[in-house]
């Protein structure tokens, strides 16, 4: 199952996402009550319209919310064995007449991985360690101005325009309150997944006049990832049901059509799993966090080529469909 957050008419709404349309999950249930006569009173309280004055957020339809899962499972269950007769009802709309919206637009924490594949740590000049002799790097962006709706443009910054860079990576949204989990549990602690594309400036310098420091150069990285924009996310959340094995997922990049990162998340030096032990070992993980896992190699730098106006990005992963966002 696919859950995606989108805008029609003004209105937030939550849907099932399809390749090629999305379904009023609303509309749906009302649909599901009007044509089996069945009430599903569990949903009675995600579905009222009190509660649908505000936003909903996907997670009250994410494992480990069992009511709110059930409910969405079994709508989408019904949409799908009656999809040639349903889509003559209203409830299902094309991309090009709704808004959509990040799947999670403020997460308690969002946090990133620096080089996860090995791929990626070779191509920018570093060198890949075996894994046991290392740990995750892991690293933060500020939601509330990094995360970009899908569809929506990366806006190339004017204090520092022309290197701008793409990731693609496999993001993980933490569905309970869990530290301490050991990786053999921790997918279950997983609400969903989704896609990040980690936008980065790869020459940022704050005061290029300044005297040189023994930690400029990092924070030079880390200050490039945080721009206004820099992390769209979406289209949608994929629940655990739809990702059964998150290392097993084909992970790719095009720019204007090009492709330009092609791998597979089996080639994360640590897993989905390992990720969320390390980072509960010291960090309490909440519902609504969102642990990006890195990007395979092929980003532009290497190659001298980099984000400008007018270019299309698309980033896909397997299972979970492509975000795709103009650059301007």
């Known amino acids: 199952m696919r859950l995606c957050r989108f805008r029609l008419e003004g209105k937030p709404l939550v849907g099932l996402y399809f390749d090629s349309f999305i379904v009023d999950l609303r509309n749906l249930y009302d649909l599901y009550s009007r044509e089996t006569k069945e009430k599903l009173p569990e949903a009675l309280v995600l579905m009222d319209d009190a509660r649908l004055a505000s936003p909903l957020s996907l997670l009250d339809f994410l494992p480990p919310k069992e009511e709110g899962y059930r409910l969405a499972k079994t709508l989408e269950s019904f949409y799908v064995r009656n999809m040639d007769k349903l889509r003559k009802e209203p409830i299902a709309y094309e991309y090009k007449n709704v ?13 990133l991985l620096a080089g996860n594949y090995a791929e990626h740590i070779e191509e920018s000049g570093g060198k890949a360690e075996e894994r046991e002799h290392t740990f995750p790097y892991f690293f933060m962006k500020p939601p509330s101005t990094t995360i970009t709706d899908p569809e929506k443009p990366i806006r190339l910054p004017a204090i520092s325009p022309n290197k701008i860079d793409w990731e693609v990576e496999l993001a993980v949204v933490i569905g309970r309150k869990v530290k301490g989990i050991k990786a053999k549990d921790a ?6 997944y989704t ?3 980690d936008v980065s400036d790869r020459e940022f310098r704050l005061n290029p006049a300044r005297r040189k420091r023994p930690n400029d150069s990092f924070f030079d990285w880390l200050h490039g990832k945080w721009h206004d924009g ?3 996310l979406g289209p949608c959340i994929a629940s655990p049901d739809e990702i059964q094995d998150p290392q097993r997922l084909r992970i790719t990049l095009r720019v204007n059509g090009e492709t330009m990162q092609d791998s597979n998340t089996g080639r994360m030096v640590f897993t989905v799993a390992e990720l969320i032990e390390y980072l509960s070992s010291f960090v309490t993980l909440e519902p609504g966090d969102i642990i990006s896992t890195g990007t395979p190699g092929g980003i532009g730098a290497p190659r001298g080529r980099f984000l400008k106006p007018g270019d299309v990005v698309e980033a896909e992963v397997e299972g979970i469909g492509i975000l795709r966002n103009p650059v301007k």
């Open 99 to 111: 808004e959509l919206l990040a799947p999670i637009r403020n997460p308690p924490k969002f946090f």
């Open 187 to 192: 997918l279950g602690a997983v609400a969903g």
């Open 195 to 197: 896609i990040v594309n």
């Open 230 to 232: 820099f992390a769209p």
